[in-house]
Structure formats: structure tokens, C-alpha cells
């Protein structure tokens, strides 16, 4: 019943924008904590940026600056707005829900979206 559908990517060149959303359906949006993640190609699993259940957000260090995690809970919307983007910021990126009690790991994933910084 949870679904988690991502979009925005594309390509953009060295130092453009883009703005990727994420719809959530199927559980309480406005007190789940939401996540986006990224994997770039032959790397890890990266969270770039988390919007807890009380308001705080916390970033990587990679995007710190650049990458703004937002939320409109009557939407049921998470967004990631990314500004001055690098190549390396190149990989899937991925809207996740993640456990608030326990391990805070995460336990549902969107499909993905393809981001592609490259000039």
C-alpha cells in the first residue's frame, strides 16, 4: 500500500539547478520521517538530506549549502531543491521513509530518480 513516486531528474550542466519531488501515498505522510538518498555509480548509499517528524532537517556534508530538503504535508510532498550542482552529485537519487522508533532505518523506497550533472 506505501508507494513513494520520485521525479525531477535529468541532465543538467555544472553549476545548474534542479528540484526533485516525491509524492507519498498509503501511510501518514505528516508523521513519517523522510529522507532523500543517492547512489552514484559504483558507490554507496548516500543520505543526503532528512526532514525529521518535529522539523529539523541535517545534511551531508557533500551538499551542505547547496541542497535544501523541504516538506508540504498537505500534499503529501517531499522536495530537494539542488543548486550549484557538481559532477559528482551525479546518481539515482531516492525518497525514502524511514523508521522514527528503533533504528531509524529506512523501510520504504521510492522508485528513483536519474540526476546527471555533466557539460
Known amino acids: 500500500e506505501v508507494q513513494l513516486q520520485a521525479s525531477g531528474g535529468g541532465l543538467v550542466q555544472p553549476g545548474g539547478s534542479l528540484r526533485l519531488s516525491c509524492v507519498g501515498s498509503?501511510?501518514?505522510?505528516?508523521?513519517?520521517?523522510m529522507t532523500w538518498v543517492r547512489q552514484a555509480p559504483g558507490k554507496g548509499f548516500e543520505r543526503v538530506a532528512t526532514?525529521?517528524?518535529?522539523?529539523?532537517?541535517v545534511y551531508a556534508d557533500s551538499v551542505k549549502g547547496r541542497f535544501t530538503i523541504s516538506r508540504d504535508n498537505a500534499k503529501n510532498t517531499l522536495y530537494l531543491q539542488m543548486n550549484s550542482l557538481k559532477p559528482e552529485d551525479t546518481a539515482v537519487y531516492y525518497c525514502a521513509k524511514y523508521r522514527v522508533r528503533g533504528d531509524f532505518t529506512i523501510d520504504y523506497w521510492g522508485q528513483g530518480t536519474q540526476v546527471t550533472v555533466s557539460s
Open positions: 498509503g501511510f501518514t505522510f505528516s508523521n513519517s520521517g
Open positions: 526532514f525529521n517528524v518535529i522539523g529539523t532537517t
